[in-house]
């Protein structure tokens, strides 16, 4: 199964194993990019949708393991798919523990390499879901005053208005105010679902520390 706007890196020194990689995903209507090595990857900028890369361990220059770390090291989402015509246990373990999706030796079967994609497509794209809701909630964050700021802190911490107004020194009524406010600027209809989008936002509901991010 192909996910919208998503692109397979076939990373591989073997010309021959790239073409015939690249020609199998294709036939299955993936968009493919075909490349030669880890340091040629890393200077492209970053696919703008899910992403995964079948890469060979034993790249020269830079190897897989190094460029996966670096992937990680840089916060990328693309997906990693190791393939490996001599891996040791150790290696592989090594590389699943990272994060990779699967690895393959070689020679592998097309259907486990294109079982290996779809998971790895289908996790890319959950994380580029979590991200594109992480900014809509921080962008509706940056909306707030720094008082309104504090009080949603307070709220998603369990506080009454009267605890509120107590801890920011000021009235009740104050905070009543500035409680709808924030409501209606973060688009919540319920202290539960306010909870819900801080924790999208990485703001934990049991933090009282009123620092704005």
């Known amino acids: 199964m192909t996910l919208a706007h998503s692109l397979v890196y076939v990373i591989d020194d073997d010309m021959s194993v790239r073409r015939a990689i690249g020609r199998l995903l294709e036939s299955e209507d993936y968009s493919v990019e075909l490349l030669t090595g880890a340091r040629e990857f890393l200077a492209q900028a970053p696919h703008t949708g899910p992403s995964c890369v079948i890469l060979d361990l034993n790249l020269p220059g830079l190897n897989g393991l190094e460029l996966q770390e670096a992937l990680v090291g840089r916060g990328r989402a693309e997906q990693v798919i190791f393939i490996t015509g001599g891996a040791s246990v150790p290696t592989c373990v090594q590389a699943m523990k990272a994060g990779a999706v699967d690895y393959l030796p070689k020679p592998f079967q097309d259907e486990n390499l294109l079982s290996a994609v779809n998971r790895a497509l289908e996790r890319s794209s959950e994380q580029w879901l979590q991200r594109s809701q992480r900014k809509e909630v921080r962008d509706r964050l940056a909306t707030l005053t720094p008082r309104e700021f504090d009080v949603l802190k307070c709220v998603i911490a369990g506080m ?28 919540a209809t319920s202290v539960a679902e306010l909870v819900i989008l801080a924790q999208k936002a990485g703001i934990s509901p049991a933090s009282t520390d009123t620092t704005k991010v």
């Open 160 to 187: 009454l208005n009267k605890q509120i107004a107590s801890q920011l020194g000021t009235t009740e009524g104050t905070i009543k105010v500035h409680r709808g406010r924030v409501m209606e600027k973060m688009g």
